[in-house]
């Protein structure tokens, strides 16, 4: 990762966001040049700057209470194309650059189950075996 | 509103879903057909009932505590075109058609401050007058 230092400008800008009583804020992953929501996944100071320095997404694990680098395990690594911030400072939205599936079941993203018809439908196909992904 | 009764299917999907410890689950809003990310929001199971039974979009205010119809002051409503959720089931992704601004301020997505060149910027025009929104 590079060790590139934030400007203070920037540096600031993450001191004021707004952090749930976790120190966390939602993050949406959309992907830049399709518009495509992938996923929505937490961050913590931590996370952003690691993500604003490296370019490379950078969430936290709520289930495992740790940094959580997108693609470690599975390749399916993130780029950062741009963060934004929304009115109330409270939500950040990341244009990415996703490599294959966001989704842990092998899916582009993780909102493939619509309701349509007045019953819950899968609405995305598998793009990558997610035992192939995992494996170790 | 239309007293649209959900189907079993329909209402068994709402109360499947993974409501955190206030009731509540996080809502992306996103246009359905130019794929902008408008804003984020919470809803409750009844926001959600209400949502998917009148076509009509209805967030929980969290800081009303309170039903929050979308567009009620404003005028600036956003119908449901389609309801998905994530893998986990504690976030959902509205596809909606949005008229006007979604944003507070006039805009047509809260998400118009972006860091760039290593400060934060504006990057959204005001489209509304934002006190003729809520003049009331």
Known sequence: MPETTLTPETAG???????????????????????????LAWMNRESIRETLAGGRVVYWSRSRQALWRKG??????????????????DCLLLLVDQKGAACHTGRRSCFFTAIRDGAPRIVAEIIADPEA???S
Do not use: T
């Not at 959309?30 to 996923?39: C, F, K, N, R």
């Open 13 to 39: 800008f993450v001191d004021a966001l707004k952090f749930d009583a976790d120190g966390l804020i939602p993050a949406i992953a959309q992907q830049h040049d399709s518009g495509e929501v992938l996923m």
């Open 72 to 89: 470690d395990s599975s390749g399916q690594v993130q780029h950062l194309v741009e963060l934004r911030v929304d009115c109330d400072r």
């Open 133 to 135: 992904l995992y494996r």
